[in-house]
């Protein structure tokens, strides 16, 4: 560390006379500390021409809000399987309880948790590994990814919103979180302490229950259900168990579905299948496992299952970078920041996920597409966010096709769309990454 240069006085002061050389840097700063840098930065031609008309149209009625929560992953997922249910129930206004599946997540994620790390102290893992420490600092947030939300629904189906409604730490999960992450690192503690380890993990997962169900509630095993459509017909189905009504009205086989990524890192070939080490929420459930495909033929398959199966898309995105959240909004241009700042953001998308500047962080739904008229290039984008409806276009954002390709990294298709060297590829092993691979990250 010797050949580390202070900030000394000589280089500070040319800082200073560099900065002040330049009368630019000056009405800049004047702007931006008066203003905000995305008041001065953004680009108001780009964000005035940039249409919200689509030659194709998903309508999925009002949007959901995840609240102070990392839910997205589940709020976009059951968006999905919401218009689903709704086309089959015949009513426009219909929500899941998204507090429901965040419950047997955290559940499950607990014991999969405990018995992962039992695990790796039987090998011999030392507590003190990266492999360790990362999973105990990264252990019950709110993320999550399509695969694990269908890991949930599969073995506990799903309820109704009023039948099993948000509560203050589903709304806001911060304290829950940190109370459960102090009763899984302390689990982890006894086990490295010596103590027999499948006391530890039972005893352990039993007190995540006590807390989960303290802070949300005992979720239904069963309900009756009925309803009254959209032409006024009354409907009873009687008693049902929420893995019956999943079955019944989510018949779109969303379980079945794939999970494409875009993984642009030239060492990870397209065409195979990607694996994350350590990344699951449901023991014996389906791995966190991807197809690396190009991006484009990301954007053809949304397409097409917006228009000739006129359902909503799933996918996960970097949704920060040239983001206006109050006017729902995304191009790749849209904020001028070099201009701002004199300086070049040269970074692809590729150097962007190498050097820890972009990965997948949050998850929504595709309702639109505008095509051109030659009926498969794509121009933008319609996106179902879970933010609420004070913002966008009542929730709803536009997203410019450019942005799609350096920003989205995930959507679930059908497994059918697939071509057969694709589909072969899914029966290959895949090529595991380890647990901090930035395609390891949750959507939050």
Same mark, same amino acid.
């Given at each position: 560390?010797? %050949?580390?240069?202070?900030?000394?006085?000589?280089?500070?002061?040319?800082?200073? %006379?560099?900065?002040?050389?330049?009368?630019?840097?000056?009405?800049?700063? *004047?702007?931006?500390?008066? &203003?905000?840098?995305?008041?001065?930065?953004?680009?108001?031609?780009? =964000? $005035?021409?940039?249409?919200?008309?689509?030659?194709?149209?998903?309508?999925? &009625?009002?949007?959901?809000?995840?609240?102070?929560? #990392?839910?997205? /992953?589940?709020?976009?997922?059951?968006?999905? =399987? $919401?218009?689903?249910?709704?086309?089959?129930?015949?009513?426009?206004?219909?929500?899941?309880?998204?507090?429901?599946?965040?419950?047997? %997540?955290?559940?499950?994620?607990?014991?999969?948790?405990?018995?992962?790390?039992?695990?790796?102290? !039987?090998?011999?893992?030392?507590?003190?590994?990266?492999?360790?420490?990362?999973?105990?600092?990264?252990?019950? &947030?709110? #993320?999550?990814? /399509?695969?694990?939300?269908? *890991?949930? +629904?599969?073995?506990?189906? =799903?309820?109704?919103?009023?039948?099993?409604?948000? @509560? !203050?730490?589903?709304? *806001?999960?911060?304290?829950?979180?940190?109370?459960?992450?102090?009763?899984?690192?302390? #689990?982890?503690?006894?086990? +490295?302490?010596?103590?027999?380890?499948?006391?530890?993990?039972?005893? @352990?997962?039993?007190?995540?229950?006590?807390?989960?169900?303290?802070?949300? &509630?005992?979720?239904p095993t069963s309900f009756d259900w009925e309803w009254t459509d959209d032409e006024g017909h009354f409907h009873r189905d009687g008693e049902i168990t929420p893995q019956e009504f999943w079955a019944k009205y989510v018949d779109a086989g969303l379980e079945d579905y794939v999970c494409l990524v875009d993984d642009p890192r030239a060492e990870h070939p397209k065409g195979r299948k990607i694996g994350i080490e350590h990344l699951g929420n449901v023991v014996g459930g389906a791995p966190t496992e991807y197809l690396n495909v190009p991006v484009e033929f990301m954007k053809d398959c949304a397409r097409r299952i917006m228009a000739d199966e006129g359902i909503p898309v799933w996918f996960g995105a970097d949704c920060h970078p040239m983001m206006d959240r109050e006017n729902g909004a995304w191009a790749t241009d849209l904020f001028e920041y070099g201009s701002v700042y004199d300086f070049d953001f040269t970074m692809d998308k590729e150097t962007r996920v190498r050097f820890a500047d972009s990965a997948m962080n949050h998850a929504m739904a595709f309702v639109g597409v505008d095509v051109a008229d030659d009926g498969k290039t794509t121009r933008r984008w319609r996106v179902e966010n879970s933010w609420g409806d004070k913002i966008a276009d009542k929730g709803y954002f536009t997203m410019s096709d450019d942005w799609f390709g350096e920003y989205v990294y995930e959507i679930a298709v059908p497994k059918s769309m697939l071509p057969k060297d694709y589909l072969e590829a899914l029966n290959e092993p895949a090529i595991m990454l380890p647990a901090w691979d930035p395609m390891g990250a949750l959507a939050r």
């Open positions: 560390m010797s %050949d580390l240069k202070p900030l000394d006085d000589g280089r500070l002061a040319a800082l200073r %006379d560099g900065f002040a050389a330049n009368p630019v840097n000056r009405l800049a700063m *004047n702007a931006v500390t008066l &203003g905000g840098i995305d008041k001065v930065a953004r680009n108001y031609d780009r =964000a $005035r021409l940039l249409q919200r008309r689509f030659s194709v149209t998903v309508d999925n &009625g009002k949007v959901t809000s995840q609240a102070r929560s #990392g839910r997205c /992953w589940l709020f976009s997922s059951l968006n999905v =399987a $919401r218009f689903v249910a709704k086309r089959n129930l015949g009513i426009k206004d219909f929500e899941f309880s998204q507090n429901y599946a965040m419950y047997y %997540d955290k559940l499950e994620r607990a014991n999969y948790f405990m018995q992962d790390m039992a695990a790796l102290h !039987a090998a011999g893992e030392p507590e003190n590994s990266r492999l360790v420490q990362h999973l105990l600092h990264d252990v019950m &947030g709110d #993320g999550g990814q /399509w695969t694990m939300a269908m *890991n949930v +629904y599969e073995k506990y189906g =799903a309820v109704p919103k009023d039948l099993f409604p948000e @509560t !203050a730490s589903s709304q *806001n999960t911060g304290q829950m979180n940190t109370n459960l992450r102090a009763v899984l690192r302390q #689990g982890v503690a006894r086990i +490295y302490a010596g103590e027999d380890a499948d006391a530890v993990v039972a005893e @352990t997962v039993a007190a995540a229950h006590r807390v989960l169900t303290i802070h949300l &509630g005992t979720p």
